[in-house]
């Protein structure tokens, strides 16, 4: 079956820094790819949808500035927290769409900023 | 290799029965399991969630069984309503891969009137 692949797992960094987080489709080419934060037990909340060689569009309240996206292939999306602080620390989940509604999800990264 | 199955893509039941998803998994590892119910254009909304020391979660109208013998948990709805028709996902994950969630392929629930 279809897989969704996250690298890194988990990432610890300093207040400050910048952290890329990459979402891959191992066997299917992903046209749109979803962008997810999760606090612990709770829904997963959509940040942004990207599209293959296009803007992403982010929901609101999401600053575009600080979580940027790029979904530079069919296989790749990227995220990168700049400037990261404490409260950005979360679940940090990818999905890749293959098709009309079938919808795929990378097992997450937890980034935790000291 | 996947780790958890929702051998069902879909399933139909009628108003007002009982809706069951089933989903298996093979890694004996896993200490907490989670359902997700989505609707279309919306992410995945967490529902209920049972850990591997119990057999069995109950809320509201939600129920979760899961048997670690038979690596299998099961979802029942009751009485299941028209708000009811999204797709259901289970997770499980576990504390030795950093509580990583792995997900199975999702069930798509439709409820009949």
């Known amino acids: 079956g279809a897989v969704v692949s996250q690298h890194p797992s988990w990432v610890i960094c300093k207040s400050g820094t910048s952290v890329k987080i990459e979402c891959r489709s191992l066997?299917?080419?992903?046209?749109?790819m979803f962008w997810y934060r999760q606090f612990p037990k709770q829904s997963l909340m959509l940040m942004a949808t990207?599209?293959?060689?296009?803007?992403?569009?982010?929901e609101q309240g999401v600053e575009k500035d600080k979580f940027l996206i790029n979904h530079a292939s069919l296989t790749l999306s990227t995220l990168t927290v700049t400037s990261a602080h404490p409260e950005d620390s979360s679940f940090y989940i990818c999905?890749?769409?293959?098709?009309?509604?079938?919808?795929?999800f990378g097992p997450g990264t937890r980034l935790t900023v000291l | 290799d996947q780790q958890v199955k929702q051998n069902s893509p879909s399933l139909s039941v009628q108003e007002g029965r009982i809706s069951i998803l089933n989903c298996d998994y093979t890694?004996?590892?896993?200490?907490?399991f989670l359902w997700y119910k989505k609707y279309p254009a919306e992410g995945p909304t967490f529902l209920i969630s049972?850990?591997?020391i119990k057999d069995k979660n109950e809320d509201g109208r939600f129920t979760v069984f899961l048997n670690k013998s038979a690596k299998h948990l099961s979802l029942h709805i009751v009485p299941s309503q028209p708000g009811d028709s999204a797709v259901y996902f289970c997770?499980?994950?576990?504390?030795?891969?950093?509580?990583?969630?792995?997900w199975g392929a999702g069930t798509k629930l439709i409820i009949k009137p």
């Open positions: 999905s890749a769409r293959s098709g009309v509604d079938t919808q795929y």
């Open positions: 066997d299917f080419q992903a046209t749109t």
């Open positions: 990207s599209n293959e060689g296009s803007k992403a569009t982010y």
């Open positions: 890694n004996s590892m896993f200490d907490y």
């Open positions: 049972i850990s591997s």
């Open positions: 997770a499980a994950t576990s504390m030795d891969s950093n509580y990583q969630l792995i």
